[in-house]
């Protein structure tokens, strides 16, 4: 089965990715942006979800500065 | 609105990343795990999707190695 994690800085975590985005935007002429964040998007084929939730604990996102969240979604 | 954006690397593409988390999976004594793929999470706030679609075109994702999909979340 495929899941798909997604990893996000947690809130009031600096996220400079985002900002750099949402400076970037105006000035190719896109406004009405407020905030942007940038995460990660991990797609894993695995055999079972049983282990998903210690994968991504353990290796996929860093608990000090992110939170993340995790569907099977084929 | 918030619009969410999934970025990956477009298939035959070079994904180091997702190799190097799926090498280090069974390290960590996850077993059963296949392909892994891992690309970018962007979440914005925009007044308008109207605009989304040229963002990520422009800005959000290469379109010589990545592929994207959007939707609105909320």
């Given amino acids: 089965m495929k899941v798909r994690v997604l990893v996000r800085p947690k ?9 750099a985005v949402k400076r970037a935007l105006p ?3 896109f406004s009405g942006v407020g905030a942007v964040h940038i995460g990660r998007l991990i ?4 055999e ?3 282990e998903v939730e210690g994968m991504c604990r353990r290796l996929l996102a860093n608990p000090t500065t992110e939170e993340y ?3 099977v979604v084929s």
């Fill in 11 to 19: 809130r009031g975590i600096l996220d400079p990715q985002g900002e």
């Fill in 27 to 29: 000035a190719l002429g």
């Fill in 43 to 46: 797609e894993l084929e695995v």
């Fill in 48 to 50: 079972s979800a049983d």
């Fill in 69 to 71: 969240e995790w569907e």
